[in-house]
T-cell receptor, first 120, second 109 residues
């Protein structure tokens, strides 16, 4: 089955540090990847859609200068949380759809294992 | 825009049945269902397409009423492993995907 690898799985760092999270599709190509943020006992909230070779599309209220997204290849997207502060602490999850399997909306999203970010 | 799920939480005894509903305010092209265990990423269960058939994953099935913009997930003879939070995900006709509000399901022996 389709596998998405995300790491690191856990990051603890000081306020002001920038943190980079990687999301890789291991056995399929993904022209589009998605970045979500999830607070405890809440649903996943889409932060941005990462597009291979072009700029990411950010959801309303998400600061693009704060959450930098790069999608340099068909199998890798990265999210960098710049100058992280305690309020950025959360569970960040990426997902990807197989670009070659047909109509996008018919394809399931395959999720990475998530990154638990704790800013002290 | 976020689909609303009901109930918010449900507790079942092993072997009992449950229904989880997902309702959207927008016209839908497809509905996805996922299950998330605590501290883990969501796992895909099934997709229901507009005009498609009712789907099944083991003893879990789902239906999609396009006219009502609703989907229901049916869990039959629940097992302990069914515990988790269930999310629907809707794709509207503008190809936008949104996760639902979630339903916490706990199965007890």
């Amino acid at each position: 089955g389709a596998v998405v690898s995300q790491h690191p799985s856990r990051v603890i760092c000081k306020s002001g540090t920038s943190v980079k999270i990687e999301c890789r599709s291991l056995d399929f190509q993904a022209t589009t990847m998605f970045w979500y943020r999830q607070f405890p006992k809440q649903s996943l909230m889409l932060m941005a859609t990462s597009n291979e070779g072009s700029k990411a599309t950010y959801e309303q209220g998400v600061e693009k200068d704060k959450f930098l997204i790069n999608h340099a290849s068909l199998t890798l997207s990265t999210l960098t949380v710049t100058s992280a502060h305690p309020e950025d602490s959360s569970f960040y999850i990426c997902s990807a759809r197989d670009s070659l399997s047909g109509v996008d909306s018919n394809q399931p999203q395959h999720f990475g294992d998530g990154t638990r970010l704790s800013i002290l | 825009q976020q689909p609303v799920q009901s109930p918010q939480a449900v507790i079942l005894r092993e072997g009992e049945d449950a229904v989880i509903n997902c309702s959207s305010s927008k016209a839908l092209y497809s509905v996805h269902w996922y299950r998330q265990k605590h501290g883990e990423a969501p796992v895909f269960l099934m997709i229901l397409l507009k005009g498609g058939e009712q789907m099944r994953h083991e003893k879990i099935s789902a239906s999609f009423n396009e006219k009502k913009q609703q989907s229901s997930l049916y869990l039959t003879a629940s097992q302990l492993s069914y515990s988790g939070t269930y999310f629907c995900g809707t794709v509207d006709t503008g190809n936008q995907f949104y996760f639902g509000t979630g339903t916490s399901l706990t199965v007890i022996p």
